[in-house]
C-alpha cells in the first residue's frame, strides 16, 4: 500500500506545465469581477442600507425617552391596533381565498379558469391608489351603493372596514400565486392515493394536501403579512386620515413627518422598518431550510 | 381458476373532451384471477381501470361488484386499493404511516386499535419484506421499494380487488423483472383478486392469468397467456403480442399459398382468395431458393441472449423482415437469401 502511494502523481509536478485551470468557464476576469461586486455593493448601500440606518438614527436623534414617547400618546396605539386589526383580518382571509383558488385553479378543470388566473394578478398591475378608489367609487357618500348604506348607517370609506377591504384587496394575490405553481405540480396522485384508501374529501385535504403545502403557505402567509402592514396607497384613499379612528401605522408615519415631527415620525417608522427586517429573516430560513417545498421548480422570489 | 365474477364491467363507454376513450366496453374478471389489461397508450386501458376504482366515471355502462352495482359509488365506498405508476406515497409520512392510512382515515367507530393498527402494518412489512423500514420516509427509499410499500398500503384496507396501474413503468429493467416475480408470489400467497394495466407484452404474458387486449377504446380478446398467443383473433392482437412479419398470400381449399408455393398454415374454412400471413420471426427457415417462399438480401444481423435476430430485404418489395435464427454462423450483409415459412397465422385483408 504504502508503496502505492509513494508512487501518487503530487507534489513532484513539473513547474513548467501551466496550472490546471480550477476556475469555471464563464467566469470573468479578476478586474471586472471586482468592479461587478462594487456597483452592487454600492448600490445597496446607497439605496437600502443608507436609508434604513438614517430611519433608526433619526428615530434615536433625540435619545430614548423621546423614543419611546412616540409610543405612548394614544394616537400611535390606535394606529397600531388598526394595523393590527386589518392585517389580522386581511390574511386569514387571503390564507383561506388563496388556498381555496389553488386548490380549484391546480386540481379542477373548468370553463373560465385563464380568466381566473388573470383575475387573481389583477391587484399586482393595478396602482394602489387606483385601488382605493374603486372602494371609494363603490362605497363613498356619492358612490353605486354608498348611500344606500349610510342610509342604513353602515360606514365603509373613512371607517375600519374600508380599511380592510383596501388591504385584502391589494395582498390578494400573494397566498394564491405562491401556492397555484406549488399545487401544479405535486398534481393530484397523493390525494387520489388517499380517496381510494377510503379518506373523505376532507381528511385527505388535512392529511395529505395541507402538509404538502405547508411551507408555501407560511412562506406566502409572511409576505402577505408584511404587505398588509405596510400598505399605504390603497389605505391612504378609503382612510380619510382622522387621527386616533382610520390611522393605520404607514399613514400615522406621513402624518408625523408633515407635521416636522421627525423623531416621532422616525420612531414609528422603525416600527415597520424593523418589521421588514424580522420578515426577511423568517423569509431566508425558510428559502434556505424548505426552497424545495415552498416553490414549485426553482426559488421565485 | 374458473372462479366466480368479482367485477362486472358493462357497455362502458367514455368520451374525453371529443374523443372517445372507451366503446361499449365489456368484460367479467373472476374472482382472485391476476388479470393484465394490455394495450398501446391511448387504449383507455388506464380510463378502464380509473373508472373500476371510482377516480373516472363512465358516460354510459354499469361496473358491478359482487353482483351490487357500483357506478355510482364513490371512490372511498368502493374498497380498491389501488397503486399508481410514480407510487403517491405521501411524503411527509414514515413507510409505516403511510401504509396506516387507509386504517386511520376510518370513522372512529370502525378504526381498529392503534395495537392492532401496529400488528398490521407490521405483517405487511414482512410480506413485503421490508421489515426494518417502518421509520424511514418514501425519499429514503429506492423506486422499487416505495412500489412494494405502495402495494402494502393498498393492501392495508383489506380491499375487494387492487387495481395496479402500470406498476413496474417508472422502474429499471433488473428491478422490474424482480418485481414482476415478486407481484406474482404475492398474488398466489394472498389470492387477491388484481387487475393491472401494461402496455409490455411480455410482462402481461409472465404474470397474469388471462390477458385483455385493448385497441382504440375496445376489447380485442381477452383469454389465458396461452389462448391469446396460440389462437389471436385479429391482427391486431397478433402485432401487439410480439413482433410479425406480414406477407401477401392466398388461401385456397384451407391451404395458404404464398407466391404460388404452399405453406404448412391452415387457413379457416370460408377463408377463400387474397389473404394477409403474418409470421412470427422465429417461424421462418433459411432456406434453398426451390423451397423457399420469400427471397432477399441479408441487411444486417445481431445476437441478442443466444439467439441471432437478421434483418432480410425482401426482393422487389422494399420491404425488410426480421427472422431469428439459432446464433450460429453470422450472415454476411449483402448475401442472398432465400426464405421458408414454417409457420404463421392468416386473417382476411
Known amino acids: ?301 | 381458476m374458473g372462479g366466480s365474477t368479482a367485477i362486472r364491467v358493462e357497455a362502458l363507454s367514455k368520451t374525453f373532451d371529443t374523443a372517445a376513450v372507451l366503446h361499449d366496453f365489456s368484460l367479467d374478471v373472476r374472482a382472485g384471477e391476476l388479470l393484465a389489461l394490455l394495450g398501446p397508450s391511448g387504449s383507455g386501458k388506464t380510463t378502464l381501470l380509473r373508472i373500476i376504482a371510482g377516480l373516472d366515471f363512465p358516460d354510459r355502462g354499469r361496473i358491478i361488484f359482487g353482483g351490487d352495482d357500483a357506478t355510482q359509488l364513490p371512490v372511498q365506498q368502493r374498497a380498491v386499493g389501488f397503486v399508481f405508476q410514480h407510487y403517491a406515497l405521501f411524503k411527509h409520512m414514515s413507510v409505516a404511516e403511510n401504509i396506516a392510512y387507509g386504517l386511520n382515515a376510518r370513522r372512529r367507530s370502525e378504526r381498529p386499535a392503534k395495537a392492532e393498527i401496529k400488528a398490521r402494518v407490521g405483517d405487511l412489512l414482512d410480506l413485503i419484506k421490508l421489515s426494518g423500514f417502518a421509520d424511514r420516509y418514501p425519499s429514503q427509499l429506492s423506486g422499487g421499494q416505495r412500489q412494494r410499500i405502495a402495494l402494502a398500503r393498498a393492501l392495508a384496507v383489506e380491499p375487494r380487488v387492487l387495481l395496479l396501474d402500470e406498476p413496474f413503468g417508472a422502474l429499471d429493467a433488473q428491478v422490474r423483472k424482480d418485481l414482476r416475480r415478486w407481484l406474482r408470489e404475492i398474488h398466489d400467497r394472498t389470492g387477491q383478486t388484481t387487475i393491472f394495466v401494461t402496455h409490455d407484452q411480455d410482462e402481461a404474458l409472465e404474470l397474469s392469468d388471462r390477458v385483455a387486449v385493448l385497441d382504440k377504446g375496445r376489447l380485442e380478446q381477452v383469454g389465458t397467456p396461452d389462448e391469446v398467443q396460440e389462437n389471436p383473433v385479429s391482427a391486431t392482437v397478433l402485432k401487439f403480442l410480439g413482433d410479425t412479419i406480414e406477407v401477401e398470400a392466398l388461401a385456397r381449399d384451407g391451404q395458404v399459398f404464398v407466391q404460388g408455393r404452399a405453406t404448412p398454415v391452415v387457413a379457416r374454412p370460408g377463408l377463400v382468395g387474397p389473404v394477409k400471413l403474418y409470421a412470427r420471426p422465429w417461424q421462418l427457415q433459411f432456406a434453398e431458393a426451390h423451397e423457399a417462399h420469400l427471397h432477399g438480401t441479408v441487411r444486417s444481423s445481431y445476437r441478442t441472449q443466444g439467439r441471432q435476430r437478421i434483418e432480410v430485404d425482401r426482393e422487389g418489395e422494399g420491404k425488410t423482415v426480421v427472422v431469428e435464427a439459432s446464433d450460429t454462423a453470422r450472415l454476411a450483409a449483402g448475401l442472398p437469401v432465400g426464405l421458408r415459412i414454417l409457420g404463421g397465422y392468416v386473417f382476411a385483408d
Open chain 1, 1 to 301: 500500500m504504502s508503496s502505492l502511494a509513494v508512487r501518487a502523481p503530487g507534489p513532484s509536478r513539473p513547474t513548467s506545465q501551466p496550472a490546471p485551470r480550477t476556475a469555471s468557464v464563464v467566469t470573468e476576469g479578476g478586474f471586472v469581477r471586482w468592479l461587478l461586486i462594487a456597483v452592487a455593493i454600492g448600490f445597496l448601500a446607497l439605496f437600502l442600507v443608507l436609508p434604513l440606518v438614517t430611519v433608526f438614527v433619526q428615530a434615536f436623534a433625540k435619545g430614548w425617552a423621546a423614543y419611546l414617547a412616540a409610543f405612548t400618546e394614544a394616537d400611535a396605539h390606535s394606529a397600531i391596533r388598526l394595523t393590527l386589526i386589518a392585517a389580522a383580518i386581511a390574511v386569514p382571509f387571503n390564507l383561506v381565498f388563496g388556498v381555496a383558488a389553488a386548490w380549484a385553479i391546480a386540481k379542477f378543470e373548468f370553463k373560465g379558469k385563464n380568466l381566473l388566473v388573470t383575475l387573481i394578478d389583477l391587484p399586482f398591475s393595478v396602482s394602489p391608489v387606483v385601488s382605493g378608489l374603486i372602494y371609494v367609487l363603490v362605497f363613498g357618500a356619492q358612490g353605486l351603493i354608498g348611500p344606500w348604506l349610510i342610509e342604513r348607517d353602515v360606514q365603509i370609506i373613512f371607517a375600519i372596514p374600508g380599511i380592510v377591504l383596501a388591504t385584502i384587496f391589494v395582498t390578494f394575490p400573494f397566498v394564491a400565486r405562491q401556492l397555484i405553481p406549488l399545487m401544479q405540480e405535486q398534481g393530484t396522485a397523493e390525494e387520489e392515493a388517499a380517496l381510494t384508501l377510503g379518506a373523505s374529501g376532507w381528511h385527505a385535504f388535512r392529511t395529505v394536501t395541507l402538509p404538502n403545502i405547508r411551507w408555501g403557505l407560511l412562506y406566502s402567509v409572511l409576505l402577505c403579512n408584511a404587505r398588509a402592514m405596510g400598505e399605504f396607497g390603497a389605505v391612504s384613499v378609503v382612510s380619510g386620515h382622522i387621527r386616533g379612528l382610520t390611522n393605520t401605522l404607514p399613514l400615522h408615519v406621513e402624518i408625523l413627518y408633515n407635521e416636522y415631527n421627525f423623531v416621532a415620525a422616525f420612531a414609528v417608522a422603525s416600527l415597520l422598518a424593523g418589521l421588514a427586517l424580522v420578515t426577511l429573516v423568517i423569509k431566508s430560513v425558510l428559502e434556505w431550510r424548505y426552497s424545495a417545498d415552498i416553490a414549485a421548480g426553482a426559488r421565485r422570489h
